[in-house]
């Protein structure tokens, strides 16, 4: 295992070079490796071990969208796609790929049919972290592992087949076969991981919510917003408002901290920009840190977690995320979006 330098703080890292794909395979030669749900992680996840040559199988609810998906994705129906219930039961492996609210349903499915030296695979902290809420306790004679991708699955496939990886975090909560920790690494290579980063259950779990619900994702929304509606109150048309708020952020700039990091994007700028932004980024982060703390306080609390579970198992709550992201897609800001993602010369 690999002990890399973070800016002076060392953690254990696994390389695909430590830990080859052959090796993998072997560790899992005799695995059937379960995955069950098939929205987002689970395609992404399946897809990729099916490729890298382990025994894959899927359960998905029949009659449901996502069983027709893994039909088209190749599974076929009586021998590597099954219902929940079989697939559990085939399974040596059990990926618990379902959304985080929908596990709490299927847990007592999935429980009865995890004997003694099987192994239970998530791609997220939540069930086993917040079990008083999610009652998800595993029996004690089976493995509990966790890989969990550090992005979308979908773009987990994107770039296993253009040859690269994800990085992913990777957790051992329980071994009782004394072979978790390897099994873990093993299927963290046979998902398409790029690095795997050492973590715990609720490490992990934390610092995922905290990180969707902020920067990444709900943070991200709200700055835009917010930027692009004083553009347009003080008189700025939409196309400029969006080219200054979002178009230039993804298409010039963020790329350019993805590759060499921020003070390298700030030095591709002017320097009226650098001298600009390095005065106000003390601003920005004196705002929103307390409403980052916040934020992790409601993770931590078990607060997110409960309105996860209560909206998610609220019945029709697919219908109104769909609703709530209509409206964000039929907003100018994004309407604006879609007319310049149009203008793009490539
Ligand atoms: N979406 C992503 O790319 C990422 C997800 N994760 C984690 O991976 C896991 C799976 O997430 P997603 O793929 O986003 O899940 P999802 O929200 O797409 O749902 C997965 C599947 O669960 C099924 N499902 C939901 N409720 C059910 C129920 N009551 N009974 C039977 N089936 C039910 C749905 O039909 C769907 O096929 C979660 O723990 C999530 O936090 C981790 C990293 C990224
Ligand atoms: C894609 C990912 O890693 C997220 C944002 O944490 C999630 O989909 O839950
Ligand atoms: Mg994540
Ligand atoms: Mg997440």
């Not at 009586?78 to 349903?105: H, K, M, P, V």
């Not at 873990?184 to 795997?196: C, N, T």
């Not at 990180?211 to 943070?219: D, Q, S, T």
């Amino acid at each position: 295992m690999a002990k890399i330098n973070f800016g002076g703080v060392e953690e254990t890292v696994v390389t695909r070079e430590e830990y080859p794909l052959a090796k993998a395979q072997e560790t899992l030669k005799d695995e059937v490796i379960a995955v069950i749900g098939y929205g987002v992680q689970g395609p992404g996840q399946a897809l990729n071990m099916r490729d890298n040559g382990f025994n894959v199988i899927v359960g998905q609810r029949k009659d449901s969208p996502s069983f027709e998906r893994a039909k088209q994705d190749g599974f076929v129906e009586g021998e590597t796609l099954f219902s929940i219930e079989e697939a559990a039961e085939r399974g040596t492996i059990i990926c618990n790929l379902l959304s985080d609210a929908g596990q709490i349903a299927v847990w007592p499915t999935l429980k009865e049919r995890l004997t003694a030296g099987k192994t239970l695979y998530f791609s997220h902290g939540f069930g086993i972290t917040f079990k008083e809420q999610t009652q998800i306790v595993p029996p004690a004679d089976v493995d509990v592992i966790l890989v969990a991708p550090k992005g979308s699955g979908t773009s987990l496939r994107r770039l296993f087949l253009e040859g690269g990886g994800l990085n992913s975090s990777f957790a051992v909560f329980q071994d009782a076969t004394g072979k978790a920790y390897e099994k873990a690494i093993a299927m963290g290579i046979g998902v398409g991981s790029g690095y795997l980063f050492e973590t715990d259950f609720k490490k992990e779990v934390y610092s995922d919510l905290t990180g969707e619900r902020g920067v990444l994702m709900g943070a991200l929304a709200g700055i835009i917003e917010a930027q692009y509606q004083v553009l347009r109150q003080r008189g700025h048309s939409p196309s400029e408002a969006f080219n200054e708020t979002v178009e230039e952020l993804t298409q010039s700039l963020v790329p350019l901290v993805g590759e060499n990091g921020m003070d390298w994007m700030f030095s591709n700028c002017s320097v009226t920009a650098q001298r600009g932004a390095l005065d106000w980024k003390g601003k920005f982060r004196e705002a929103t840190l307390p409403v980052l703390n916040d934020l992790y306080d409601s993770v931590a609390s078990g607060k997110e977690a409960a309105r996860t579970i209560q909206r998610g198992s609220t019945p029709g709550y697919r219908q109104e995320l769909e609703a709530e992201l209509k409206e964000v897609r039929e907003s100018e800001l994004w309407q604006t979006g879609a007319v310049v993602r149009k203008l793009r010369s490539k």
